[in-house]
Each structure stands twice: as C-alpha cells, then as structure tokens.
C-alpha cells in the first residue's frame, strides 16, 4: 500500500474473527452464540459483495483469521478476501496459532516475513494515520498470549516516530477490555447443541475469562501508548463482541466476529481532525440471525449505542 499523508479522509475497514474454514466438523461450536462456520462455502459470495459496498480503501483483519490454524484454511480465507479487490492486512489470533501454526506461517510468508525476523509486526501510513499491526501471540501462560521483547521494542519505536500523529494499533487480543463476561451472567456454552438447544450448561464468569485468555503483558502495552504523544486507537478482536472504552487518553475498540452474532465489522472513518468509528452490520450472510440463540440473552453483544459509533478527535487534550 502506498505510504501518503495527505489530508483527504480515509476508510478503513476493520474485521475479525472469521475463523475461515471449509471443514464440515465445526458447525456444532458455540462460543458466545452459535458460531457458523460450516457455511463458509455457501456466504462467501456475499460477505465479499458486502465488503465492496462499504467501499474502505483498506481491510484490517484483527485476528483468528482461521479456524483451525491450517493451511487450507488460510487458502480459502486469503481466496476469500482476495476476491474483494481490496487491500487487506491480519494480524494472527490464537486460531492461527493452531496446527503447530502452519496458517500464521503462510500468512507470514506470503507478507515476506522471514522467519529469523521474528514477530509479525508491521506498519503503513495512511492518510493521516500510521497503522501499526501488532502480533501478540507469542505463548504465555495457560491460554494467555503475550506481545514478546521484540514486539514491545517494534511499538515503542514505532510510536516514537510517529509522535504527536493518529496510531491505529491492531491487534487480536485486546490490550484493554472492560467487558467482562462476568458482568452478563451466562455466556460461553458448551462445545455442542442438541437439536439447536444447547447441550450442556454455560461457563460463567472468571472461568470464562481464564478459558478466553488475555495478553499477559498488556499493561507494559497500555503504558507505551499512554505515554506516547500519539491519540492511539487500539482496535482488537477475540472477544467476537462490540465494545469501546477510553482510559488514560487511550481509545479501545473491540471488534466482534464476522461468524456470529452480531456479525459486524467496524469503520473507521478518519481525516486530519479526527475519526468516527461504527459498527457496521454484515446483514445479507445471515449468520447474525441463525446465530442469535435467545436463551443466551446475547443482546449485550452488540454493545451499547454509544459504544458503537464514536468520534474520537485527534490531538490529545
Ligand atoms: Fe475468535
Ligand atoms: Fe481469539
């Protein structure tokens, strides 16, 4: 993508948590709702056709870009996204870390990531904006991830050069994140349904949480953006939810999952002031409505009306 800096506004489209596959085995899965992903085959078409409507000059991708992590599942998402004509850029989420990380590694190659440089890190200017992809999926703890040394060393760098201007940081995990599930009760289900009712009973709260695993070394994230002299904008996904909070001058966006409700993406719609950041629903896949499972009172998903469309002015006060 070209670097520019002029000052006409800007579109980009953030996604996440496509978990592309073609594999028939996972259309049982429930996370926050029914997750649909045996369908992949069937939407495709119209998630690209959904895409180019919304016209963005660039696609970011936060994450669990596949499934299973193979490299199948990489092919057909790359084939998918490929096909909107648009320039798109991931970052790699837990799944892609799956299968001994055979999708993070095709991701990493086809962007001409040598092996020996380590982290998957990189950045574009853009408009007004430097964008920074942050891979935070070195191992940590049990089901946490960490951003590792050289991660940390790329940010840092990156927000000195870019002091004083609009950072969007991307990454999948997020760096900070106020809604915990604990707050809504009955959440995360079983690994199965029955008969389109859930099999088993739902974990609730701090087992969530644990199960759902965070970055283990986010403040040190969240301290480097909080000094940095830049109005940073920490999009993230994960969490397959809407969510959107400002701490210490930082601005955090959760961006939910294209493969269950509420099967949106976000626009950022951004110039030389400042930017509006929304929800956008993906409603010709259908997904949102064949994932919505009443009994899980999963409203709260599409996160609150103030969360979802939001102007964020760039200098800081
Ligand atoms: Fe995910
Ligand atoms: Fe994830």
Redesign the pocket.
């Known amino acids: 993508m070209p670097a520019n800096s002029g000052t006409a506004g800007r579109r980009l489209l953030f996604i996440s948590?496509t978990?592309f596959t073609r594999e028939r085995g996972a259309e049982n899965t429930v996370w926050l709702n029914r997750a649909i992903l045996n369908r992949w085959e069937a939407v495709k078409d119209r998630l690209v056709r959904e895409i180019k409507a919304l016209r963005p000059d660039a696609i970011i991708h936060c994450g669990?870009f596949t499934q299973f992590g193979t490299a199948d599942d990489y092919k057909f998402g790359k084939s998918i996204m490929d096909a909107t004509g648009i320039a798109w850029h991931a970052v790699p989420?837990n799944?892609d870390a799956l299968a001994g990380g055979a999708a993070k590694n095709a991701m990493r190659r086809e962007r001409g990531i040598a092996e020996r440089d380590g982290c998957f890190c990189r950045s574009m200017a853009f408009g007004a904006a430097a964008v920074a992809l942050l891979d935070v999926c070195a191992p940590g703890e049990g089901a946490n991830f960490a951003a590792d040394s050289r991660a940390l060393d790329w940010l840092a760098r990156l927000l000195e050069e870019n002091r004083g201007r609009p950072v969007f940081l991307a990454s999948h995990h997020p760096v900070s994140n106020k809604a915990s599930v604990a707050r809504y009760g009955t959440i995360l289900g079983s690994d199965g349904l029955d008969g389109g009712r859930l099999a088993s009973g739902p974990v609730r709260g701090r087992d969530f949480d644990r199960a759902l695993g965070k970055i283990e070394n986010a403040g040190k994230l969240k301290r480097l953006l909080e000094r940095s002299g830049c109005t940073a904008i920490a999009f993230s996904?994960?969490w397959?939810i809407n969510a959107f909070h400002a701490s210490n001058g930082v601005y955090y966006r959760t961006v939910p999952?294209v493969c269950e409700y509420p099967c949106e993406a976000v626009i950022a719609d951004f110039d030389a002031r400042g930017a509006r950041v929304r929800s956008a629903p993906l409603s010709s896949l259908g997904l949102r409505e064949e994932s919505l499972i009443a009994e899980r009172r999963n409203a709260w998903a599409e996160g609150a009306r103030r969360a979802r469309d939001v102007f964020v002015p760039f200098g800081r006060a």
């Open positions: 948590d978990h669990d989420g799944h996904g994960h397959h999952s």
